[in-house]
C-alpha cells in the first residue's frame, strides 16, 4: 500500500513505524509539514492509499480527511483527548496507559477508533520522553499494524468492520471508553513549590514535561526550563537550595531530601561565561532557546557551590544521578553510560574514554558497553556546540574526544569488547559501537548510520574503517548516503548487528549477560583474542587506522571551517527546532589552522 506519514517532525515513533510497515512491503513516504497548505500539497503530490499522521501538532485539515482515510496516533487510553496526555497520565498517577489509532474527523481526537493497546505504568514514573520511546512506541506499532491489516483484508471497504466512532458513544458512554478530555497542561499545572512540594512530587512534576516544554521555574534569579530530574537521596539542605553540582547537573534541597536537574534551559535571553577547561575562550554568547547542562546554563552564579563527584565504580546502594557507571561481574566488566538525548559533549566523551580505560585495566575478560536505555548514542553534542562562542572550533574538539574514545576501543588486545544497544542510536553515535568485536542491539532499535543530513557533514568516528568491515564498501556508502533509518532485522542481516534479542529491555539484558559470561568462559578465548590482535595487526600493516582519521578529519574540517556555511546553519535550525534566533554578536569562525594541523599530526 502508498502511505504517506504527516507528522510534524521524523521523531522515533515515525521512523520504528516506518522501518516495520515499509519491512511488510509496504511503500511509505515522510513529508514532516506545519502547515495544512503543506498537508494539502503533500496530499496531491503522493496520492497515497492511506495517510498516518504517527506525531502532529496540527489538525488534518477537511480538504484531506474528507477524501482520504487518515489514521491519527494518539498516546492515550480510550476516551482520552486532548494535546497534553502523557503529561497528565504521569501527573495523576495512571497506573494503567495506551495508545489508540484513531480517525480524523470533524471534533478533534474524537474519529473512530481502529485500535487500542494499553501498557503497565511504573510506580516511579519514567520521563515523558522516555515513555514515549518505550511502551508507547510499541503500542503505537501495534496498533498501526492492526488497523493497516484491517484495510489491507478489505473488512473497511467491504463494511464488514465498522470502527467505533468515538464522538457517538461519548454522550451515553461505554464500558471500554476510560478516557475523557483533558485540557492543555499549563506551566501553572506544573509549577513547583520548594517550600512544599515532596522530591517525589518535583521528579514527578518534571518527568511529565520532559523533554518538552520543561518546568519553567527560577533558580539563582535566574529563570529556566528544567529537565532530567533524579531522586537524590543522600545530601539534603534548605528547600530550594542549590546544594552540591556534579557532571553538569546541579542539586538542590527539597522538604524531605533533595533532586538533581540535568538540564535547563534559559527563559529569557542571557549569557554564560565559556571560560572552562576544554570549551574556549570567555566570550560570551546568548543561550535563551538551548537546552544545556545546568551548570553552563548557571554558570558564574555557581561560584562556591562543592562539586560532589561519584566514582563510576561507587556502589548502586542510594538514588541519586550517574552518566556513567562501571561493574564487574565473573570476569566480564559493565560500562554503561546514559547522557541526556544521547549526545556526547567533548568532556563527557574524555570521561568516557577515562572510564573506558579504567574497564580495561581490570581483571577481566570482556567488557560489555551499555549506552542508555532510550539511546545508545547520538553522537556529539549540537546544542553544547552552538552554545559556544566559536562553534567551529569546538565542533573541531568534540569530533576529536569521541574519535579518542574509539581509538582506545579499537586497540584493546587484553579484552573482548561488546557493544549491547538498548536504545536507539545515530550518526556518530550508531557508528560508536562499531569498534567493538560484538554489536548486538534489542528488537526495536531504530539505527540512523549517517551524517548527511547535518548540512552535508562527512563524519569521523573511524566510520571508514568499521562500517565496511561489517557491512562492506558498497553497502557503507549506501548507508550513509541514503539518510535512511534502518531496523534491527535489516542490520542483521547485512552484518551491521552480530544478532537481536529479547522481547523487551530486560530480557535483552538478560541474554546479553549470558553471552557475555559464555564468552569469557569460552575454553578458545585466547585463541579468540589472539585472531583478534592479528587481524588488527593485519589491517594496521594495510591501512594504519591514523590514515582513516586523517583524512576523515580533512572532510571534516571543511564542513567546519570551509566557506560552505551548509553545516552550521543546519544545526542552528536543528537545535533551535527550525526557529533559529538572528545570529547576534556572536564571534566570528576562526580558521584554528594550528589546532586543526596540531590534531592531525596526533594521529598521523
Same mark, same amino acid.
Given at each position: 500500500?502508498?502511505?504517506? /506519514?504527516?507528522?510534524?517532525?521524523?521523531?522515533?515513533?515515525?521512523?520504528?513505524?516506518?522501518?516495520?510497515?515499509?519491512?511488510?512491503?509496504?511503500?511509505?513516504? %515522510?513529508?514532516?509539514?506545519?502547515?495544512?497548505?503543506?498537508?494539502?500539497?503533500?496530499?496531491?503530490?503522493?496520492?497515497?492509499?492511506?495517510?498516518?499522521?504517527?506525531?502532529?501538532?496540527?489538525?488534518?485539515?477537511?480538504?484531506?480527511? !474528507?477524501?482520504?482515510?487518515?489514521?491519527?496516533?494518539?498516546?492515550?487510553?480510550?476516551?482520552?483527548?486532548?494535546?497534553?496526555?502523557?503529561?497528565?497520565?504521569?501527573?495523576?498517577?495512571?497506573?494503567?496507559?495506551?495508545?489508540?489509532?484513531?480517525?480524523?474527523?470533524?471534533?478533534?481526537?474524537?474519529?473512530?477508533?481502529?485500535?487500542?493497546?494499553?501498557?503497565?505504568?511504573?510506580?516511579?514514573?519514567?520521563?515523558?520522553?522516555?515513555?514515549?520511546?518505550?511502551?508507547?512506541?510499541?503500542?503505537?506499532?501495534?496498533? +498501526?499494524?492492526?488497523?493497516?491489516?484491517?484495510?489491507?483484508?478489505?473488512?473497511?471497504?467491504?463494511? !464488514?468492520?465498522?470502527?467505533?466512532?468515538?464522538?457517538?458513544?461519548?454522550?451515553?458512554?461505554?464500558?471500554?471508553?476510560?478516557?475523557?478530555?483533558?485540557?492543555?497542561?499549563?506551566?501553572?499545572?506544573?509549577?513547583?513549590?520548594?517550600?512544599?512540594?515532596?522530591?517525589?512530587?518535583?521528579?514527578?512534576? +518534571?518527568?511529565?514535561?520532559?523533554?518538552?516544554?520543561?518546568?519553567?521555574?527560577?533558580? $539563582?534569579?535566574?529563570?529556566?526550563?528544567?529537565?532530567?530530574?533524579?531522586?537524590?537521596?543522600?545530601?539534603?539542605?534548605?528547600?530550594?537550595? +542549590?546544594?552540591?553540582?556534579?557532571?553538569?547537573?546541579?542539586?538542590?534541597?527539597?522538604?524531605?531530601?533533595?533532586?538533581?536537574?540535568?538540564?535547563?534551559?534559559?527563559?529569557?535571553?542571557?549569557?554564560?561565561?565559556? #571560560?572552562?577547561?576544554?570549551?574556549?575562550?570567555?566570550?560570551?554568547?546568548? %543561550?535563551?532557546?538551548?537546552?544545556?547542562?545546568?551548570?553552563? +546554563?548557571?554558570?558564574?552564579?555557581?561560584?562556591? %557551590?562543592?562539586?560532589?563527584?561519584?566514582?563510576?565504580?561507587?556502589?548502586?546502594?542510594?538514588?541519586?544521578?550517574?552518566?556513567?557507571?562501571?561493574?564487574?561481574?565473573?570476569?566480564?566488566?559493565?560500562?554503561?553510560?546514559?547522557?541526556?538525548?544521547?549526545?556526547?559533549?567533548? !568532556?563527557?566523551?574524555?570521561?568516557?574514554?577515562?572510564?573506558?580505560?579504567?574497564?580495561?585495566?581490570?581483571?577481566?575478560?570482556?567488557?560489555?558497553?551499555?549506552?542508555?536505555?532510550?539511546?545508545?548514542?547520538?553522537?556529539?553534542?549540537?546544542?553544547?556546540?552552538?552554545?559556544?562562542?566559536?562553534? #567551529?572550533?569546538?565542533?573541531?574538539?568534540?569530533?576529536?574526544?569521541?574519535?579518542?574514545?574509539?581509538?582506545?576501543?579499537?586497540?584493546?588486545?587484553?579484552?573482548?569488547?561488546?557493544?549491547?544497544?538498548? @536504545?536507539?542510536? @545515530?550518526?556518530?553515535?550508531?557508528?560508536?559501537?562499531?569498534?567493538?568485536?560484538?554489536?548486538?542491539?534489542?528488537?526495536?532499535?531504530?539505527?540512523? &548510520?549517517?551524517?548527511?543530513?547535518?548540512?552535508?557533514?562527512?563524519? !569521523?568516528?573511524?566510520?571508514?574503517?568499521?562500517?565496511?568491515?561489517?557491512?562492506?564498501?558498497?553497502?557503507?556508502?549506501?548507508?550513509?548516503?541514503?539518510?535512511?533509518?534502518?531496523?534491527? =532485522?535489516?542490520?542483521?542481516?547485512?552484518?551491521?548487528?552480530?544478532?537481536?534479542?529479547?522481547?523487551?529491555?530486560?530480557?535483552?539484558?538478560?541474554?546479553?549477560?549470558? =553471552?557475555?559470561? =559464555? $564468552?569469557?568462559?569460552?575454553p578458545e578465548f585466547r585463541v579468540i583474542l589472539r585472531k583478534k590482535h592479528e587481524r588488527r595487526l593485519d589491517?594496521?600493516?594495510?591501512?594504519?587506522?591514523?590514515?582513516?582519521?586523517?583524512?576523515?578529519?580533512?572532510?571534516?574540517?571543511?564542513? /567546519?571551517?570551509?566557506?560552505?556555511?551548509?553545516?552550521?546553519?543546519?544545526?542552528?535550525? /536543528?537545535?533551535?527546532?527550525?526557529? &533559529?534566533?538572528?545570529?547576534?554578536?556572536?564571534?566570528?569562525?576562526?580558521?584554528?589552522?594550528?589546532?586543526?594541523?596540531?590534531?592531525?599530526?596526533?594521529?598521523?
Open positions: 500500500m502508498r502511505i504517506l /506519514f504527516l507528522t510534524s517532525a521524523h521523531n522515533s515513533l515515525s521512523q520504528r513505524l516506518w522501518v516495520e510497515l515499509g519491512a511488510l512491503g509496504h511503500e511509505i513516504r %515522510v513529508c514532516v509539514v506545519a502547515t495544512d497548505e503543506a498537508m494539502i500539497a503533500a496530499v496531491s503530490r503522493k496520492s497515497p492509499e492511506l495517510i498516518i499522521a504517527p506525531m502532529l501538532k496540527i489538525a488534518i485539515p477537511e480538504e484531506v480527511w !474528507s477524501r482520504h482515510l487518515c489514521l491519527i496516533v494518539h498516546p492515550g487510553i480510550n476516551g482520552d483527548r486532548g494535546p497534553s496526555s502523557l503529561d497528565w497520565a504521569i501527573a495523576n498517577h495512571e497506573k494503567i496507559w495506551g495508545v489508540t489509532i484513531l480517525e480524523a474527523a470533524d471534533e478533534f481526537d474524537a474519529g473512530p477508533i481502529w485500535a487500542s493497546h494499553e501498557f503497565a505504568l511504573e510506580a516511579d514514573p519514567r520521563a515523558k520522553s522516555s515513555l514515549y520511546r518505550g511502551p508507547v512506541t510499541e503500542a503505537a506499532l501495534r496498533g +498501526v499494524i492492526e488497523a493497516v491489516a484491517r484495510i489491507e483484508s478489505g473488512e473497511f471497504r467491504s463494511g !464488514s468492520w465498522r470502527a467505533e466512532k468515538l464522538s457517538d458513544v461519548l454522550p451515553q458512554g461505554s464500558p471500554t471508553l476510560r478516557g475523557c478530555l483533558r485540557p492543555p497542561m499549563r506551566q501553572a499545572d506544573r509549577a513547583i513549590d520548594w517550600m512544599h512540594d515532596s522530591t517525589a512530587l518535583i521528579v514527578r512534576k +518534571v518527568r511529565a514535561a520532559d523533554s518538552a516544554p520543561g518546568v519553567l521555574g527560577t533558580l $539563582l534569579g535566574k529563570s529556566c526550563f528544567l529537565y532530567g530530574a533524579h531522586e537524590e537521596e543522600r545530601l539534603n539542605g534548605s528547600a530550594g537550595q +542549590v546544594l552540591a553540582r556534579r557532571d553538569g547537573a546541579i542539586c538542590i534541597g527539597t522538604i524531605d531530601g533533595a533532586v538533581w536537574i540535568s538540564h535547563l534551559k534559559a527563559k529569557a535571553q542571557g549569557v554564560i561565561s565559556l #571560560a572552562q577547561p576544554g570549551i574556549g575562550d570567555a566570550e560570551p554568547y546568548p %543561550v535563551a532557546g538551548i537546552k544545556l547542562s545546568a551548570t553552563q +546554563v548557571l554558570g558564574p552564579l555557581l561560584r562556591g %557551590v562543592p562539586e560532589a563527584p561519584l566514582p563510576i565504580d561507587a556502589p548502586a546502594d542510594h538514588r541519586t544521578i550517574r552518566e556513567i557507571v562501571y561493574t564487574d561481574d565473573d570476569e566480564v566488566g559493565y560500562l554503561s553510560f546514559d547522557f541526556y538525548n544521547g549526545a556526547m559533549s567533548t !568532556s563527557q566523551c574524555y570521561r568516557l574514554r577515562d572510564a573506558f580505560l579504567h574497564a580495561r585495566s581490570r581483571p577481566t575478560r570482556v567488557i560489555v558497553l551499555l549506552g542508555g536505555a532510550d539511546f545508545w548514542s547520538n553522537g556529539i553534542d549540537l546544542n553544547a556546540i552552538e552554545a559556544c562562542a566559536d562553534p #567551529a572550533a569546538e565542533s573541531w574538539r568534540n569530533i576529536n574526544a569521541i574519535d579518542d574514545l574509539i581509538f582506545e576501543i579499537l586497540n584493546t588486545m587484553s579484552h573482548l569488547v561488546i557493544a549491547g544497544l538498548r @536504545g536507539n542510536a @545515530g550518526a556518530g553515535g550508531a557508528m560508536l559501537p562499531l569498534a567493538a568485536d560484538y554489536v548486538y542491539a534489542r528488537p526495536g532499535v531504530v539505527l540512523n &548510520p549517517h551524517y548527511r543530513g547535518m548540512g552535508g557533514l562527512y563524519g !569521523s568516528e573511524y566510520w571508514t574503517y568499521t562500517l565496511p568491515r561489517r557491512v562492506g564498501q558498497r553497502r557503507a556508502l549506501e548507508l550513509t548516503l541514503s539518510c535512511r533509518p534502518i531496523g534491527t =532485522r535489516a542490520a542483521r542481516e547485512m552484518g551491521f548487528l552480530d544478532d537481536a534479542f529479547g522481547e523487551d529491555t530486560a530480557a535483552f539484558e538478560a541474554e546479553l549477560r549470558e =553471552r557475555a559470561r =559464555r $564468552l569469557a568462559r569460552d589491517d594496521e600493516f594495510i591501512k594504519p587506522l591514523a590514515n582513516y582519521r586523517a583524512k576523515e578529519l580533512d572532510r571534516m574540517q571543511v564542513n /567546519f571551517f570551509g566557506p560552505d556555511p551548509a553545516y552550521h546553519e543546519v544545526r542552528r535550525r /536543528f537545535v533551535f527546532k527550525g526557529n &533559529p534566533p538572528p545570529q547576534g554578536t556572536r564571534a566570528p569562525i576562526r580558521t584554528a589552522v594550528e589546532a586543526i594541523n596540531k590534531s592531525l599530526e596526533a594521529v598521523s
